[in-house]
């Protein structure tokens, strides 16, 4: 009995840890079991005969909420060819109201709800040996009478699984894929929109087994190690002793992790602030909402001012990248509500900030109270909120504006110098900057085509352009080192129309060539000749020193020379001369 395991991942870089697990718990028993993922970004016909190709007696999906409508229209197309073929699906998208999904696709054979290690080892053999089915734990199936849920698998001893990272084929192949690896399973909270609410309780693996798969990864030349922990710091012990050893046998590789920032021990934070290597961690933290009535309603406990504290003392420290997301859309909090807790969260500046909005997944309480709060939602994943009591369709599509310029302009890091200064002189808050571009770019109907990097320049040139007020030219001008700091190359073009010609970047070489005592000293030590200069370095004028803004956001009208130059290896450097005085050099990048 020929059984494939397969995924469709979002994205190619992403791995399936779930298949790993179930091929190597099931090798023993099934040694020609097979494992192939794909990405929803293939073509459906591509993925189809290739596993039509493969000649399984069995196959496996495993269900996401980002696969599971791709993966429903490939198992149907499946059966259309091969109607002889055995469909198992498992994976927690399909572990909830096990009913629908059979009402709802007639082409599944047999369903494994829950952890499923044991329990498609126990089916296999069960179909292997033509055997009844009754007492395989954790699986439904159409049986004779009907639909059948058999009970609950009990939850496996996790040291006694399998390591799903000895294949050393597959390990070759992973070197350049988001590698998961999990030290724990469970949750120690119950928040309403989530999965992880259903089931209580957290399970670790031995912690020296941790470090010798986490070992095995990094030796191989793993890059990126995503935990998916779902509160890695809940056991301080445990996650410190992990931490240590990440930080002794890193060899470069980055470990991402998500965290509970308002519990995060003061000895655990001290320690990674004096001991983490720069870049190599990475910690996602779930704010969700600052209204402490939402989360009330949702089950969650968060000390905001806590939680705060210790991401400033983590951003001050410049050595752990931080992600934080937010939910819009969770119960009694209304536009207003969410737009202070936007402006809450972007005042940390963390390095991304990722605006998402409520989903109601089966099985989880604020889908079995749904017309509590009149939820109406997509019917079909990823089953997002379209408007409840307090939140109108119409500013959901508003938000979504917002998201999509957080994204472009802030997540992206393309005009970070612009932005921070927009924020602070022309608008009321963030949200308000974000608001504002968001609806003059859907206005404008960008938001149904492609954008270069000069395009994204030109869009905000337009909209402050259009909005006017008296900060614009300053803008612009940081716009324009933004814009030089986004190249590792010299530009070929720039996006503004009032750049200094061919013939006046010239007469600026020549005089810094002959009098190399008054141009910038740090310049002068690249030793750079004429030729070089033409080839590697930008000039602008300036009207206000933006040298004497970033240092101490001081705004200065002063003629200013921006100089640029490039490597062509490493970040540009950016010179400043103030014009007119010409001793008078800074130097930034």
Same mark, same amino acid.
């Given at each position: 009995?020929?059984?494939?395991?397969?995924? +469709?991942? &979002?994205?190619?870089?992403?791995?399936?840890?779930?298949?790993?697990?179930?091929? &190597?718990?099931? +090798?023993?028993?099934?040694?020609?079991?097979?494992?192939?993922?794909?990405?929803?970004?293939?073509?459906?016909?591509?993925?189809?005969?290739? +596993?039509?190709?493969?000649?399984?007696?069995?196959?496996?999906?495993?269900?996401?909420?980002?696969?599971?409508?791709?993966?429903?229209?490939?198992?149907?197309?499946?059966?259309?060819?091969?109607?002889?073929?055995?469909?198992?699906?498992?994976?927690?998208?399909?572990?909830?109201?096990? @009913?629908?999904?059979? *009402?709802?696709?007639?082409?599944?054979?047999?369903?494994?709800?829950? !952890?499923?290690?044991?329990?498609?080892?126990?089916?296999?053999?069960?179909?292997?040996?033509?055997?009844? /089915?009754?007492?395989? %734990?954790?699986?439904?199936?159409?049986?004779?009478?009907?639909?059948?849920?058999?009970?609950?698998?009990?939850?496996?001893? +996790?040291?006694?699984? #399998?390591?799903?990272?000895?294949?050393?084929?597959?390990?070759?192949?992973?070197?350049?894929?988001?590698?998961?690896?999990?030290?724990?399973?469970?949750? @120690?909270?119950?928040? $309403?929109?989530?999965? $992880?609410?259903?089931?209580?309780?957290?399970?670790?693996?031995?912690?020296?087994?941790?470090?010798? =798969?986490?070992?095995?990864?990094?030796?191989?030349?793993?890059?990126?190690?995503?935990?998916?922990? *779902?509160?890695?710091?809940?056991?301080?012990?445990?996650?410190?002793?992990?931490?240590?050893?990440?930080?002794?046998?890193?060899?470069?590789?980055?470990?991402?992790? !998500?965290?509970?920032?308002?519990?995060?021990?003061?000895?655990?934070?001290?320690?990674?602030?004096?001991?983490?290597? @720069?870049?190599?961690?990475?910690?996602?933290?779930?704010?969700?909402?600052?209204?402490?009535?939402?989360?009330?309603?949702?089950?969650?406990?968060?000390?905001?001012?806590?939680?705060?504290?210790?991401?400033?003392?983590?951003?001050?420290?410049?050595?752990?990248?931080?992600?934080?997301?937010?939910?819009?859309?969770?119960?009694?909090?209304?536009?207003? #509500?969410?737009?202070?807790?936007?402006?809450?969260?972007?005042?940390? *500046?963390?390095?991304?900030?990722?605006?998402?909005?409520?989903?109601?997944?089966?099985?989880?309480?604020?889908?079995?109270? %749904?017309?509590?709060?009149?939820?109406?939602?997509?019917?079909?994943?990823?089953?997002?909120?379209?408007?409840?009591?307090?939140?109108?369709?119409?500013?959901?599509?508003?938000?979504?504006?917002?998201?999509?310029?957080? =994204?472009?302009?802030?997540?992206?890091?393309?005009?970070?110098?612009?932005?921070?200064?927009?924020?602070?002189?022309?608008?009321?808050?963030?949200?308000?900057?974000?608001?504002?571009?968001?609806?003059?770019?859907?206005?404008?109907?960008?938001?149904?085509?492609?954008?270069?990097?000069?395009?994204?320049?030109?869009?905000?040139?337009?909209?402050?352009?259009? *909005?006017?007020?008296?900060?614009?030219?300053?803008?612009?001008?940081?716009?324009?080192?933004?814009?030089?700091?986004?190249?590792?190359?010299?530009?070929?073009?720039?996006?503004?129309?009032?750049?200094?010609?061919?013939?006046?970047?010239?007469?600026?070489?020549?005089? /810094?060539?002959?009098?190399?005592?008054?141009? @910038?000293?740090?310049?002068?030590?690249?030793?750079?000749?004429?030729?070089?200069?033409?080839?590697?370095?930008?000039?602008?004028? /300036?009207?206000?020193?933006? %040298?004497?803004?970033? &240092?101490?956001?001081?705004?200065?009208?002063?003629?200013?020379?921006?100089?640029?130059?490039?490597?062509?290896?490493?970040?540009?450097?950016?010179?400043?001369?103030?014009?007119?005085?010409?001793?008078?050099?800074?130097?930034?990048?």
């Amino acid at each position: 009995m020929k059984t494939v395991l397969t995924t +469709l991942n &979002a994205k190619y870089i992403h791995s399936s840890l779930a298949l790993r697990y179930l091929k &190597a718990y099931n +090798l023993a028993d099934f040694p020609d079991i097979e494992l192939v993922e794909y990405s929803i970004k293939e073509p459906l016909m591509h993925v189809l005969s290739d +596993l039509y190709q493969r000649n399984a007696d069995v196959i496996g999906f495993s269900c996401y909420i980002w696969n599971i409508e791709e993966t429903i229209q490939l198992i149907q197309l499946l059966k259309k060819v091969k109607p002889r073929l055995k469909i198992i699906v498992g994976g927690p998208e399909v572990s909830y109201d096990l @009913p629908y999904w059979f *009402r709802r696709v007639k082409e599944i054979d047999y369903l494994v709800y829950g !952890e499923g290690e044991i329990t498609l080892n126990q089916l296999l053999k069960a179909l292997k040996d033509n055997r009844d /089915l009754v007492e395989v %734990a954790g699986i439904a199936y159409r049986g004779d009478s009907g639909l059948e849920i058999n009970s609950p698998q009990p939850k496996a001893e +996790l040291n006694e699984l #399998s390591s799903p990272y000895q294949d050393q084929e597959d390990l070759a192949n992973l070197k350049d894929k988001i590698v998961y690896f999990e030290a724990s399973r469970g949750c @120690p909270f119950a928040c $309403s929109y989530c999965l $992880s609410s259903v089931e209580t309780g957290v399970r670790y693996f031995a912690i020296e087994w941790v470090k010798v =798969e986490l070992l095995n990864l990094i030796n191989n030349g793993v890059k990126i190690i995503k935990f998916v922990d *779902r509160t890695f710091n809940t056991h301080k012990r445990f996650a410190l002793e992990i931490f240590q050893f990440l930080i002794e046998n890193h060899q470069g590789t980055i470990f991402q992790f !998500e965290i509970t920032a308002d519990i995060i021990q003061p000895d655990v934070l001290r320690y990674l602030i004096d001991n983490a290597p @720069p870049g190599v961690f990475r910690f996602e933290i779930g704010v969700q909402s600052t209204n402490e009535y939402t989360n009330s309603l949702v089950n969650r406990r968060q000390n905001f001012k806590r939680l705060s504290e210790t991401v400033l003392m983590l951003k001050e420290s410049k050595k752990i990248a931080l992600h934080l997301d937010l939910i819009a859309g969770l119960p009694e909090e209304d536009y207003n #509500s969410f737009r202070k807790t936007f402006n809450d969260v972007f005042a940390l *500046r963390p390095e991304e900030l990722q605006l998402g909005f409520l989903k109601l997944l089966r099985g989880t309480k604020i889908w079995e109270e %749904a017309s509590k709060y009149d939820y109406v939602y997509m019917d079909n994943a990823p089953y997002e909120i379209l408007q409840n009591n307090l939140l109108s369709f119409n500013e959901v599509i508003r938000i979504k504006r917002v998201e999509d310029v957080l =994204e472009k302009y802030w997540n992206a890091h393309r005009l970070d110098n612009s932005v921070e200064y927009l924020i602070k002189h022309d608008f009321a808050s963030a949200f308000d900057f974000f608001q504002e571009f968001g609806d003059f770019w859907e206005e404008n109907g960008w938001n149904r085509i492609g954008h270069q990097l000069e395009a994204l320049f030109e869009r905000l040139s337009a909209f402050l352009e259009v *909005r006017g007020g008296e900060n614009v030219q300053m803008a612009h001008e940081l716009m324009k080192l933004d814009y030089f700091l986004n190249h590792r190359h010299k530009p070929r073009k720039v996006w503004w129309d009032d750049s200094l010609k061919k013939q006046e970047q010239a007469q600026i070489i020549q005089r /810094l060539l002959a009098e190399p005592d008054q141009a @910038p000293e740090e310049f002068v030590k690249l030793g750079l000749n004429e030729k070089e200069i033409h080839k590697h370095v930008m000039f602008e004028v /300036l009207d206000n020193d933006l %040298a004497e803004y970033l &240092a101490n956001g001081k705004i200065s009208k002063q003629k200013t020379l921006l100089i640029v130059y490039y490597d062509f290896v490493n970040r540009p450097q950016i010179f400043f001369n103030l014009i007119g005085d010409i001793k008078k050099i800074k130097k930034i990048g």
